[in-house]
């Protein structure tokens, strides 16, 4: 066993847990997860199955369920719990707690109450995906899951379009592929990567543009736990003779806004920049 008895302060102590192997989990959560008076988990069996894993015994502590579903209804017993001076770990089921995952109310009404607050930190499906993408990391941007119908998600992609930051999706293998084709063709066709089963057995790291990524997963649809990271809008890298002889064209078969869409898509660049150019163009040759 790694883990050691330690004496902890009463308060909330949030673990993050692996996001694949077993034993990414840290020294520190270790002995959080041995030491706490109370237990608590998303997914309670695999709560038990960690703690299995690195020989750390329940015995007579409690071990709650805390999830989306349950959150409202369980969290007065948590509550109780801190009121009582005892220290109470939470993990979600993978990862870091509150990354796409429960613990949001139970952190705001647990630091709002005056209690100690705390994680012990760890895997996070995010930082392991940048890690490996080979886009910039300088900035970015989590956008969590997108919508699943087709209209929210184009919506959800285009609230995103201008971000200068590289974006970071979590995606379910189902959709991946309708998903990179949508963001080809309203993000226009960026480079990207697709991290799949993290820190797992099969894990693979697919880099590419955006279309060539959904091509190949529409004809070979993956399975397991999957990342998509998407590179910031080009930096102008296109002359700007190009882009108005592409609005010309464009303004010729659309509307103003269609064709400056299309345009700012095609080329990866902000939208606003080429509707301005389109509607000089307009009014031109008017
Ligand atoms: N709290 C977790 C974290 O910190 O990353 C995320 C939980 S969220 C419910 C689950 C999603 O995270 C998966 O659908 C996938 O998009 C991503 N994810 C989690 N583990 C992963 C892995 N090993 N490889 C790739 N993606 C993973």
New binding site residues.
């Given amino acids: 066993m790694n883990a050691k008895t330690v004496k902890l302060d009463g308060g909330l102590y949030f673990v993050?847990t692996p996001?694949?192997t077993a034993r990414d989990i840290t020294l520190r959560a270790l002995d959080i997860l041995a030491s706490a008076d109370v237990l608590a988990a998303e997914d309670t069996r695999s709560m038990r199955r960690l703690m299995d894993i690195h020989g750390i015994a329940l015995g007579e502590r409690p071990l709650l369920s805390y999830h989306d579903h349950n959150g409202a209804r369980a969290r007065p017993k948590l509550m109780q719990y801190l009121a009582e001076g005892r220290s109470v770990a939470y993990a979600?089921?993978?990862?870091?707690?509150l990354?796409?995952?429960p613990g949001y109310d139970l952190s705001k009404q647990a630091s709002e109450e005056g209690y100690l607050v705390t994680s012990a930190p760890g895997?996070?499906?995010?930082a392991?995906?940048l890690t490996l993408a080979g886009l910039p990391t300088d900035k970015f941007l989590f956008a969590g899951?997108l919508p699943s119908t087709k209209a929210a998600r184009i919506s959800a992609i285009e609230a995103v379009r201008e971000v200068p930051a590289t974006l970071v999706f979590?995606?379910?293998p189902k959709r991946v592929a309708s998903m990179l084709q949508d963001c080809a063709t309203v993000l226009g066709d960026r480079p990207a990567a697709v991290?799949?089963?993290?820190?797992?057995k099969f894990e693979e790291i697919r880099r590419g543009k955006l279309s060539e990524l959904a091509a190949s997963f529409k004809e070979r649809p993956p399975k397991?736990?999957?990342?998509v990271v998407v590179d910031r809008a080009g930096q102008s890298v296109v002359n700007t003779s190009d882009i108005k002889a592409d609005l010309r064209e464009a303004l010729g078969k659309m509307s103003v806004r269609d064709a400056s869409d299309a345009v700012a898509g095609a080329h990866g660049l902000p939208r606003r920049k080429v509707y301005q150019m389109a509607l000089a163009l307009d009014r031109d040759d008017d």
């Fill in positions: 993050a996001i694949g979600s089921e993978a990862g870091t707690p990354i796409a995952d895997p996070t499906a995010i392991t995906a899951f979590y995606e379910s991290c799949r089963e993290l820190t797992k397991g736990e999957i990342v």
